[in-house]
Nanobody, 127 residues
């Protein structure tokens, strides 16, 4: 049974930091592109960051560049998102996703490319 379980969300003040985790099981984690998406209240789900199967390459939305860092541990089957300098506009539910994507990295930002999704962890940035 495939499972993606996010954790690490919570309430943080403007300028603060959080590290999200996503524990994966039930599939061969090391074969999959992994990504973080987020959905703010009343908005569409949007891409945040993705990482190649071996962790060698990372890809970020413009909103995340310079502040967020995606990483993975293919031994422990865990995906991470380190978020710094958090702003109110980062308030959202954050989802991890796994995709067996054999396309160019430009496709990594499309949620339709992903096969498995977690239930999400909420992040609230308070001013």
């Amino acid at each position: 049974q495939v499972q993606l379980v996010e954790s690490g969300g919570g309430l943080v003040q403007v300028g603060g930091s959080l590290r999200l985790s996503c524990e994966a099981s039930g599939f061969i984690f090391a074969n999959y592109v992994m990504a973080w998406f987020r959905q703010a209240p009343g908005k569409e789900r949007e891409f945040v960051a993705a990482i190649s199967w071996n962790g060698a390459r990372q890809y970020y939305a413009d909103s995340a560049k310079g502040r967020f860092t995606i990483s993975r541990d293919n031994v422990q089957n865990v995906l991470f998102l380190r978020m710094t300098d958090l702003q109110p506009e980062d308030t959202a539910v954050y989802f991890c996703a796994a995709g067996l994507i054999y396309k160019q990295p430009s496709y990594y930002s499309y949620d339709t490319e992903y096969d498995y999704w977690g239930q999400g962890t909420p992040v609230t940035v308070s001013s």
